[in-house]
């Protein structure tokens, strides 16, 4: 028989359950197919992470964000990166201003970083000196202006875009600032069937914007709730494993590793493979993760995270291609412990 504690846990996976199915219908609504980068997108969401979204022009990045963005009860900003956007264009500046009484004083202009959700469109088009004002916020959730610094409302996450195909007028994004994104989540091209749906849609009359499904209350909830889904030891140490043997000086750490890598994940990605595993497990309207889990949220999590070597890069050996092989080569436990379990 089941506990009072377990009755109610169940009862908020169970309601964690529907929102996240009625946030999926309404942005369904707009976005054709896609099914995985919306699931990711969400993963992230509720994980209280920031999502990297790469991608072709023209196949819906900005769409998927702004639609997101219209189901959620939240303030929405949009920047736009360009060369010469400046980092004071992000962040707002202090502006002197005359009162009523001809008095004047500085009064700070808040930038759209003081949103709630934040759309970085083209993010590597700004100046590094530009990308870098974004940091702060999306490690501290604050923002220092002229010494004072200012907390965002929560929920915040940033939900970023970036082009791979054309590097003129880019600045590839540094790994400080690629470490504090929780997934990179690479945007596929649609198939036969989803372009003509899509052409369906968008070449007829204008559909209006989906409606908002999800309050405030509500994301902060499911938020809470995901970082309430246990996780066991051995799968905790799975995910440690995992990330260790991202690091080519790492002992035992697989061929691949050593010959295509310069430096692995770290504790960020570790953190991040746990969070991302756990939205998966509440997505799923499971009270635990699973290894399986774990494996799955592998290469969103880690494919930023790990930087190729001169070796690697001259091979063509994508990252993601690393990520497979030390799931293939990392154990979901031990061998003492397989062996123990045989006997």
Not at 59 to 68: A, D, F, H, P, Q
Not at 69 to 92: E, H, K, N
Not at 166 to 195: C, H, I
Request: glycine fraction near 6%.
């Amino acid at each position: 028989m089941a506990t009072a504690s377990g009755v109610d846990l169940e009862s908020r996976l169970a309601i964690a359950q529907t929102a996240s199915r009625r946030l999926k219908d309404a942005i369904a609504e707009v976005i054709v197919g896609q099914g995985d980068i919306v699931e990711q997108t969400l993963w992230g969401i509720l994980a209280g992470g920031h999502v990297l979204l790469e991608g072709a022009p023209g196949l819906g990045k900005t769409l998927l964000v702004r639609t997101i963005a219209s189901c959620l009860d939240l303030r929405f900003s949009r920047i736009q990166f360009t060369p010469d956007l400046m980092p004071s264009d992000v962040t707002g500046t202090n502006i002197l201003v005359t009162s009523a009484d001809g008095s004047r004083q500085f009064s700070l202009h808040k930038g759209p970083i003081f949103g709630q959700v934040i759309l970085a469109d083209e993010i590597n088009r700004a100046t590094p000196k530009t990308q870098s004002a974004l940091l702060e916020a999306m490690q501290e959730h604050a923002c220092t202006i002229a010494g004072v610094r200012h907390a965002m409302e929560q929920p915040f996450f940033v939900l970023a875009t970036e082009n791979p195909i054309e590097m003129e007028g880019t600045y590839p994004l540094p790994e400080a600032q690629l470490d504090r994104f929780l997934l990179k989540v690479l945007v596929p091209s649609p198939t036969e069937d989803e372009m003509t749906e899509i052409l369906a849609r968008t070449t007829g009359r204008e559909r209006p914007s989906p409606s908002r499904v999800l309050s405030r209350e509500e994301i902060l909830d499911l938020r809470a709730l995901c970082r309430d889904v246990a996780i066991a030891e051995p799968v905790m140490r799975y995910a440690s494993r995992l990330v260790r043997a991202t690091d080519p000086q790492a002992a035992g750490a697989p061929d691949m590793t050593r010959r295509a890598l310069r430096y692995g994940a770290g504790v960020r990605g570790a953190q991040s493979l746990v969070l991302a595993a756990k939205a998966v497990a509440l997505l799923e309207g499971r009270a635990h993760v699973a290894f399986a889990d774990v494996q799955r949220v592998a290469g969103p999590v880690l494919r930023h995270r790990l930087i190729r070597s001169f070796e690697g890069e001259a091979d063509g050996i994508s990252t993601d291609q690393v990520i497979a092989a030390v799931i293939e080569a990392v154990p979901t436990r031990p061998a003492p412990v397989t062996e123990a379990i045989k006997r």
